[in-house]
């Protein structure tokens, strides 16, 4: 059972949508129910349509390799061993959309990757999957490098580190990059696994893609699996699996808590190992499964990831440069034991005003992670540090 | 015709123009929603999120300053939730905002205190900073920087750049070590700040402040050796009442006086006198540039055409800096503040039998620049220091404020002489183009021994707002003698104002555009001097509107509307100076500028 691993001539998912129209190709995107695996879950084949559908004298595909959020190393896999596939994607997508230019944002780290990806690309381009791909349409790709800022995995700030400025300045959706995105041009920005998927729905059909997965989640999903496990690594699964069948694959039964979705996602604790399931409509995923065991301090987890977010906001917007600190601020009066319940509630409420009012992603799912952690361990960690007190 | 969208706003059922921030539509409707980020001369930014307002069907709530209406949409602007999030967001912004209001030169003017006031905050929610992170950067001439009452709005950042073209001010760091300041953290003092003040203008808290000139100028007033004179800017006037609760654009000449001689000034000169100078001088100078191009048949080029004007001293260090090959096209004439000031220390000096050296020469200035002018090496022809203190609109304000004197209410008086005259010509130095129309009207009457052909003498297509103005004059029929050569020639004057509007004439200069244009006129500060870094909070292009209604207003009513009938101007050459372009002129009206580096 796999799709991404499923077999597959390269080129073949590409010259399929070449013989179809571009309307023809996002109508079966479409009809694959195929969603955005960066975490968001945006469906892939409306981006394409409203890219298409709007007005700009070019258009752009960016492909998002910007792996930043903690725990996930699944992009960095599929870059390894699938560039060509990747590209085909994206060539996908452009067809689809009108585009005529694509660029890869690699995260900053994986400059190690750059010959693989670079030279996937000369491949591409002698093999003519790059370059003039029919009568009227060309299409190329280039490579841009990240500078290791965590933002720049939301797409806005991508687009704005990748014209250059300062990222998360400025630019607030609405419009939205399908409508104006690089250089105010319609822009569609896909994840790795999202275009790589793509690329074998074309080839196998939306059909195929739809015999795994969820009603709402079709298709499976790469996860990787990091912490308490006795093997972690990058897994593929389908959508609507429970924690409980995870962690008895990896090796993890026992667990005191899973933190899915990064540092950014939510934390389920043991007690609902087995109803709650990976899938858009239950737990979302971009790819991250971090398992805590048993002898983990769940504050010490939220402290940690607080420190992240705290080094990663980029400042721009008040809820999340200011928020932030103040959040860090309450996990560590409870480490410390200096903590009441006040303070506890305070930071909750919040919560709401960062997830409401932030400009970006980011700032408005740092309350994922914080309202899990201290939904679950808070009163624990309160009680532990009365305690001591 | 605009494609109109339907929307509901706290249940009101209206129609816009698609495209129309929410904002905007609020603001329309007369429906209060509280911003600080946002301001009418700059470009969105969506940063400080205090005026997100809730969208039905929509996650999150959205801000209402950057989020343009495209389709049928339901808003609300005070629900509960968005009520809790705004006051959050002002406790944030408060938590690190250090400084005590009572200490803060914005105290009763700032935007952060009037929004705490208006949410009736009481408590520091998520607590408050007391000890400062930063330090305060006072080693410029006119700009003070502190970095620890600044609230990330980036007002400063985007006027620098966008409306300025200087872009010293940028962002550094992330998360909440986010800090405003300048490149490789350099005091402003190293910077290519020009000193203009527009960001002081824009600033909503106390983060950016002038360079205090108020104690020196007290202690002055108070020093019974002193003999303090103050000339007056024309721009100041327009605008000093907003201090005093009146509306933009009541002109208050004739009470500044009066409140300037209650608080010790010896004499109350008028800048407009010295701006008539100015016309004189660089109309000359303009006059001897064409001579040499139409009877000498030297290019244009080498004669210094179109001669560029010098009034503002935060163009002339911008030109200095950026486009430093134009220089020799710069008008050699001083500012009317530093040829008033050489003057004070010479001619005045000596017709009163006054020791220079006991002369303390102020000037009321709407400009921040104007401290870095007055010290610049050139600046000492007199043999002294021509201008000693510069003081804003703002802390001439404050000072009036500390003396007790109630502005409105007092009775008008007028200006001393022999320095107290002014022209209309040299009041409209005060707006966009206004250099430029005194010129216009002098130069025609020289020329042509006639008027200007335009009713009631105003060269209107040389007024407004619009960024760049190309104003083309009625072709030349009739000579004087002596002028023949200028006969069948038709005059174009350029204008610019606020400097990025500067940079694109320099472009179109650059790139040869401007080949029949005789004369350039640039000023800094949008709108001219009525928008200058010195006048008072807040600012916007109504406001300056309004200032511009009244300088106008008030030149329409002055005996003398032309530089050249002003009789002390006439006076002043024949007791002293000798002629426009003389060796005497020469020395103390004129000076030279310096090439500068654009790299730090």
Same mark, same amino acid.
């Given at each position: ?10 080129? #073949? ?42 007005? /700009? ?10 792996? /930043? ?15 060509? *596939?990747?590209?085909?994607?994206? #060539? ?158 990896? /090796? ?48 010490? *987890? ?41 303070? *506890? ?45 | ?5 339907? !929307? +509901? ?96 030169? +914005? ?81 402003? &003092? ?102 040499? !191009? ?47 000031? &050489? ?5 005045? &000096? ?87 129309? &005194? ?116 030149? +329409? ?44």
């Amino acid at each position: 059972m796999s799709v991404i691993y499923s077999d597959y001539n390269v080129g #073949a998912g590409l010259s399929k949508a070449l013989e179809m129209t571009p309307e023809q190709v996002i109508e079966t995107i479409k009809e694959s129910g195929l969603r955005g695996r960066g975490g968001a879950g945006f469906p892939t084949g409306m981006k394409w349509e409203f890219a298409r559908r709007a007005e /700009g004298d070019e258009r752009f595909i960016i492909c998002n390799a910007d792996e /930043g959020e903690p725990g996930t190393f699944k992009d960095r896999e599929l870059l390894r061993d699938m560039t060509p *596939v990747l590209l085909e994607g994206m #060539a996908i997508a452009a067809w689809a959309v009108g585009a005529r230019r694509g660029f890869i944002y690699l995260r900053g780290e994986y400059r190690y990757l750059l010959p693989v990806v670079n030279g996937a690309i000369e491949e591409a381009r002698r093999a003519g999957r790059l370059g003039s791909l029919k009568d009227g349409f060309e299409f190329d790709v280039e490579v841009t490098l990240g500078a290791g800022a965590y933002v720049c995995g939301e797409e806005m700030a991508l687009i704005e580190s990748l014209e250059g400025v300062r990222s998360g300045e400025y630019r607030n959706r609405p419009p939205y990059p399908v409508e104006k995105g690089f250089i105010n041009m319609p822009t569609v920005v896909n994840n790795v696994e999202t275009l790589i998927k793509a690329a074998k729905i074309m080839a196998h059909g939306s059909g195929w893609f739809r015999q795994y997965g969820t009603e709402k989640s079709t298709g499976t999903k790469l996860i990787s699996v990091s912490g308490d496990v006795a093997q972690p690594g990058v897994y593929e699964i389908p959508f609507g699996m429970t924690i409980h069948e995870l962690l008895k694959m990896v /090796g993890g039964l026992g667990a005191k808590a899973v933190q899915v979705g990064g540092a950014s996602g939510i934390c389920i604790p043991s007690e609902e190992f087995s109803t709650r399931t990976i899938a858009f409509e239950d737990v979302p995923t971009g790819g991250s499964v971090i398992v805590f065991g048993p002898g983990r301090d769940m504050m010490e *987890v939220l402290e940690n990831f607080m420190e992240f977010f705290c080094d990663e906001s980029c400042g721009y917007c008040t809820p999340c440069r200011e928020g932030n600190v103040v959040l860090l601020e309450t996990v560590r009066k409870i480490r410390s034991g200096q903590a009441t319940r006040n303070d *506890v509630d305070l930071a909750l409420g919040l919560c709401s005003t960062m997830r409401l009012a932030s400009k970006c992603g980011l700032g408005q799912s740092v309350p994922n992670p914080f309202e899990s952690i201290m939904g679950h361990f808070g009163d624990e960690a309160l009680a532990r540090a009365g305690e001591r007190r | 015709m605009a494609e109109m969208v339907n !929307v +509901r706003i706290n249940g009101i059922e209206t129609e816009v123009e698609k495209g129309t921030t929410i904002l905007q539509l609020a603001r329309k409707l007369n429906i209060y929603v509280p911003t600080l980020c946002a301001h009418p001369d700059l470009r969105q930014a969506g940063a400080c999120r205090m005026c997100v307002v809730e969208v039905k069907g929509m996650r999150t709530l959205q801000s209402a300053c950057s989020f343009p209406i495209t389709s049928e949409m339901d808003i609300f602007t005070t629900t509960a939730k968005v009520r809790k999030v705004r006051r959050d967001i002002l406790a944030l912004l408060l938590k690190n905002h250090v400084g005590e209001c009572q200490t803060c030169k +914005r105290n009763g003017n700032c935007e952060l205190q009037r929004l705490a006031a208006e949410f009736g905050l009481h408590d520091y929610l998520y607590g408050k900073r007391t000890e400062r992170r930063y330090s305060v950067d006072d080693t410029g001439y006119a700009i003070v920087r502190d970095p620890d009452k600044c609230i990330n709005c980036k007002r400063c950042v985007r006027t620098c750049s966008d409306i300025q073209a200087v872009g010293v001010l940028g962002t550094l760091y992330r998360g909440a070590d986010t800090k405003v300041t300048t490149f490789m953290e350099k005091n402003i &003092a190293e910077t290519l700040c020009v000193n203009c003040g527009q960001c002081i203008n824009r600033c909503p808290t106390g983060a950016l402040t002038e360079k205090d000139a108020t104690s020196a100028v007290w202690e002055a007033l108070e020093d019974p050796n002193k003999h303090v004179v103050i000339q007056t800017a024309p721009a100041p006037r327009a605008a000093i009442g907003e201090l005093f609760g009146l509306p933009a654009g009541t002109s208050m000449t004739k009470k500044m006086n009066t409140a300037l001689r209650l608080m010790g000034f010896d004499r109350i000169f008028d800048t407009n006198t010295s701006a008539d100078l100015t016309i004189m001088e660089e109309g000359t100078e303009l006059l001897i540039k064409l001579k040499k !191009v139409y009877i000498e048949g030297m290019s244009k080029d080498e004669a210094g055409l179109p001669g560029i004007t010098s009034c503002s001293p935060g163009w002339i260090k911008w030109i200095e800096q950026f486009y430093p090959e134009y220089l020799p096209k710069l008008s050699t004439a001083k500012s009317p503040q530093q040829m008033f000031g &050489a003057l004070v220390k010479t001619y005045y &000096a000596q017709k009163m039998g006054i020791d220079p050296a006991n002369i303390v020469s102020v000037s009321l200035m709407p400009c921040t620049a104007k401290k870095f002018e007055c010290e610049r090496p050139e600046m000492r022809d007199s043999g002294y220091k021509d201008v000693d203190y510069v003081l804003t609109t703002r802390e001439l304000g404050a000072m009036i404020k500390e003396a007790g004197i109630d502005l409105p209410n007092l009775p008008e008086s007028e200006f001393d002489s022999p320095l107290g005259l002014g022209s209309g010509a040299g009041l409209i130095f005060g707006a966009t183009g206004g250099v430029a129309e &005194a010129a216009a009207r002098t130069i025609w009457y020289i020329v042509t021994g006639e008027n200007v052909p335009m009713k009631n003498l105003e060269v209107v297509p040389l007024r407004g707002f619009e960024g760049v103005k190309i104003a083309t004059l009625p072709k030349i029929e009739k000579t004087a003698p002596g002028w023949e050569f200028m006969k069948g020639i038709v005059p174009k004057i350029a204008v610019a104002h606020g400097l990025a509007n500067a940079k694109k004439l320099m472009d179109m200069l650059k790139a040869g555009e401007l080949e029949d244009v005789f004369c350039i006129e640039v000023m800094a500060c949008p709108g001219g001097c009525l928008g200058g870094g010195g006048q008072p909070q807040p600012t916007s292009p109504e406001i300056r509107e309004a200032r511009m209604k009244a300088i106008y207003e008030e030149d +329409r009513h002055l005996p003398y509307r032309q530089s050249h009938e002003n009789p002390y101007v006439h006076q002043l050459y024949e007791e002293f100076l000798g002629e426009p372009m003389g060796e005497l002129s020469h020395k103390l009206l004129h000076t030279h500028y310096c090439r500068r580096s654009r790299r730090m």
